[in-house]
């Protein structure tokens, strides 16, 4: 009987302390050995916007910084007034990059991030990018006929390359560009390319296809080459749009250079 009854005495305390512990698991008491409290994310640093805030060019946003381990992060690009208030979800605009559109123009921009785990979630949302100017781009994704095109966008000399390696024999160069706006082809733009120093070749100058590209083929003159000691050949080229001046408008302006190849 003894025996019996101090079994029964072990058993009862045994059963009041697991059920005491489980009590404090669930309910957060003292002594439970496991803390109850949620941790869901906690925002440290907002997210931010990198990139230029205009129609055609990239946006990309970070998740910005947060406690409790997230497991999943949800993107929201949001366009808001030019205070950065009175904001509105984009639809469809949920990954890490957004290009702005003609809709943006004369908005700002905030991105919105989620972060989740098994406890729950939070936001944060980043600060407001400055106010998406007008373009000047067309909208559609083809290629751009020059007259489409207005300020501010402006022509972009994309590609320049060569056709044969330039050697002191060269008699003549041929040249090809790609011109682009708003990181799509142009139809029509004006194209001219002379080598610096001037006189190496003759002066070049045509009309972008429907590819955006121009060859340009340029015979040597007397000035090439322009010293002893010449290892590279200068271009300059310049694209624009006919009835604007050469330096306003769309225009734009770049050197290309190419190495002398073996004789």
């Avoid at 129609?55 to 950065?84: E, I, K, M």
């Avoid at 979630?121 to 407001?128: D, E, I, N, Q, R």
Wanted: net charge positive.
């Amino acid at each position: 009987m003894l025996r019996t009854h101090m079994t029964r005495t072990r058993l009862g305390f045994l059963l009041t302390v697991v059920t005491g512990v489980l009590l404090g698991a669930v309910v957060g008491q003292p002594g439970s050995g496991r803390a109850a409290a949620a941790t869901k994310p906690t925002p440290k640093t907002p997210p931010k916007i990198s990139g230029t805030a205009q129609v055609g060019l990239t946006l990309t946003a970070t998740r910005g910084t947060w406690t409790g381990n997230p497991t999943s992060f949800h993107f929201q690009w949001l366009r808001c007034d030019t205070t950065g208030a009175a904001c509105a979800a984009i639809p469809g605009a949920t990954g890490k990059s957004y290009t702005p559109t003609a809709t943006d123009v004369g908005h700002t921009l905030r991105v919105r991030v989620t972060a989740r785990n098994s406890d729950g979630s939070a936001t944060a949302t980043s600060a407001a990018t400055g106010i998406v100017p007008p373009s000047g781009c067309p909208p559609g994704n083809g290629v751009i006929q020059i007259g489409q095109l207005t300020p501010p966008a402006r022509l972009d000399i994309a590609q320049a390359s060569i056709k044969r390696a330039v050697t002191r024999s060269t008699q003549s160069i041929q040249l090809r560009l790609l011109i682009t706006a708003c990181g799509r082809a142009v139809q029509g733009a004006s194209v001219f390319a002379t080598a610096v120093p001037y006189n190496q070749f003759a002066v070049g100058q045509g009309t972008t296809g429907a590819a955006g590209t121009v060859v340009l083929t340029e015979a040597r003159r007397s000035g090439f080459p322009a010293s002893r000691q010449q290892r590279l050949l200068a271009v300059f080229v310049r694209a624009w749009k006919q009835g604007e001046p050469v330096t306003g408008g769309v225009s734009s302006s770049r050197v290309v250079a190419f190495r002398f190849g073996h004789h």
